[in-house]
């Protein structure tokens, strides 16, 4: 009779509820007009052609820090989200010269949506290149590259170890 009262009583605290982030707010504080995606430029340093996205780049950004999220189950989909993700862009473009290189500094920064109390807070600075295919438009290589070193900066951000703690921490004891 007192068996079930004491194993429920000796058992573990009961994990804390699952944090749900809400859809990322991303701010583009870089001066340039929203779609801009970076500039060929000649090997003397002259200007040839501004390079372009689809896309305004925030929303790029948003994006893919929304399809991160939902992939990882931590986007809040049919529950009130918990936490806030909010991206400032500082730096993101691709310059082409003899190859294509890309830049980026976004801020991350992670909060309790009721309190406003900062989780965790990482800037993202990161560099990438690639060679340049004669055979397709740089403008297209240029995209695809921003897209690739977009996803590979999403997915290093989201998996970075104080990201995952401050998202999931440990229960407190007592």
């Known amino acids: 009779m007192l068996l079930p009262w004491l194993a429920a009583a000796c058992a573990a605290p009961p994990p804390p509820a699952a944090a749900v982030i809400g859809l990322p707010q991303v701010l583009d504080r870089r001066r340039a007009k929203p779609d801009w995606l970076g500039e060929v430029r000649g090997t003397d340093g002259s200007f040839r052609q501004t390079l372009t996205a689809p896309y305004p780049i925030a929303r790029l950004v948003q994006q893919r820090f929304t399809a991160g999220l939902e992939r990882r189950g931590e986007?809040?989909?049919?529950?009130?989200?918990?936490?806030?993700?909010?991206?400032?862009?500082?730096?993101?473009?691709?310059?082409?010269?003899?190859?294509?290189?890309?830049?980026?500094?976004?801020?991350?920064?992670?909060?309790?949506?009721?309190?406003?109390?900062?989780?965790?807070?990482?800037?993202?600075?990161?560099?990438?290149?690639?060679?340049?295919?004669?055979?397709?438009?740089?403008a297209e290589q240029a995209q695809t590259l921003a897209l690739g070193f977009?996803?590979?900066?999403?997915?290093?951000?989201?998996?970075?170890?104080?990201f995952h703690d401050a998202l999931h921490p440990p229960p407190r004891l007592g």
């Not at 918990?82 to 003899?98: C, N, P, Q, Y």
């Not at 977009?150 to 104080?162: C, E, I, Q, S, W």
């Open 75 to 138: 986007l809040a989909l049919d529950t009130p989200p918990t936490l806030g993700l909010r991206l400032d862009i500082h730096r993101f473009e691709i310059v082409a010269v003899t190859d294509l290189a890309a830049f980026a500094d976004i801020d991350v920064l992670l909060y309790d949506l009721a309190s406003g109390r900062q989780r965790d807070r990482e800037r993202l600075q990161n560099t990438t290149s690639a060679g340049i295919d004669a055979a397709t438009p740089i």
């Open 150 to 162: 977009l996803t590979t900066l999403t997915r290093n951000a989201l998996d970075a170890p104080p």
